[in-house]
């Protein structure tokens, strides 16, 4: 099944290259390259866009190395990048043509961000800027101006789920925990202070989701069903994306919430390694959730 862009439901939704292509001259259109590097940006980035790096999103806070921000200061930066909540953003993101650094995370985590603190329009290029470029997208080096804005800050606390909250629903029946870390990751030893993941977590690699030769490129919907179908993935159930940071997870929240529309999605930002900085809190080794 073809989809129509924009696609999704919901204050994220995601575009093609096409559609970008025939929008790049509207007015009220703004674009946000969150590519790994400000070299990257520098030196190749589509025409109009707005550098911003996703690691100005998180700093240490009481022991743990990556919350996020205080409102207020996402407000500033928000400002500071000229947005307004209603007009449509396009977050993209890429390997990096100066770095080669881009995993693919840097546009969902960005999108998944806007939204959690009250941007209400964010449109996800499909494919980033390598099928931007696959498709005849034309780069740019020049810099745009724009003025500051006057963005409003509005943390959407039902979007996610802190340590507490999250220990006291994660073994319910009617929820399932999902890991989005890579299967050696989630099996074994990562960098953290202790192997394995959290006790009922089921591994799905948020790249299960993506084409092979292209991180930030969704696989079909077909495929993408037959992939959540295969781990039991219902959309009757409470959903709790966990992975390493809170990072990855971010690639399952967005699918799973609004791209496909499941009702109950939550993401555990302090994931596996606010879990594991509490000694007591067991973890689990091997393939198996428990």
């Given amino acids: 099944m073809s989809r129509q862009y924009p696609y999704g439901k919901g204050p994220v939704k995601w575009v093609s ?13 703004v674009i946000l390259d969150a590519q790994p590097d400000i070299h990257d ?18 700093l240490p806070l009481k022991g743990l190395p990556g919350e996020y921000i205080q409102p207020e200061v996402f407000q500033m930066l928000a ?10 953003l396009v977050v993209y993101s890429g390997k990096g043509a100066f770095r080669g650094w881009g995993d693919g995370l840097e546009q969902t985590m960005m999108a998944y961000s806007l939204a959690r603190f009250g941007h ?6 499909d494919g980033g800027i390598e099928q931007w470029k696959a498709d005849g997208g034309r780069l740019s080096k020049e810099f745009p101006r724009y003025e500051e804005s006057d963005f409003s800050v509005h943390v959407h ?11 006291a629903m994660k073994d319910r029946e009617d929820v399932i925990l999902l890991d989005a870390r890579p299967k050696a990751l989630y099996e074994g030893q990562g960098p953290w202070i202790r192997p394995g993941h959290i006790p ?26 037959a992939i959540l179908n295969g781990k039991g993935v219902k959309s009757d159930k409470a959903v709790v994306c966990s992975c390493g940071t809170g990072r990855e997870a971010t690639g ?22 606010e879990w594991t900085s509490y000694p007591e809190n067991p973890t689990v080794t091997g393939p198996n959730p428990r």
């Fill in 17 to 29: 290259t096409e559609w970008l292509m025939d929008h790049l001259g509207d007015e009220n259109l």
């Fill in 41 to 58: 940006y520098i030196q190749e980035h589509i025409p109009g866009a707005r550098y911003m790096n996703e690691r100005l999103l998180r």
């Fill in 79 to 88: 400002r500071r990048m000229g947005l307004r909540s209603e007009v449509p």
């Fill in 120 to 125: 209400g329009n964010v449109l996800v290029l």
């Fill in 157 to 167: 606390r039902e979007f996610f789920v802190r340590y507490v909250e999250f220990k």
């Fill in 200 to 225: 009922g977590a089921v591994n799905l690699p948020w790249l299960d989701f993506m084409h092979h030769d292209n991180p930030r490129l969704l696989k079909t919907d077909e495929e993408i069903t």
């Fill in 252 to 273: 399952l929240f967005l699918l799973l919430k609004w791209h496909l529309g499941f009702s109950r999605v939550v993401i555990y930002e302090g994931s596996f390694t």
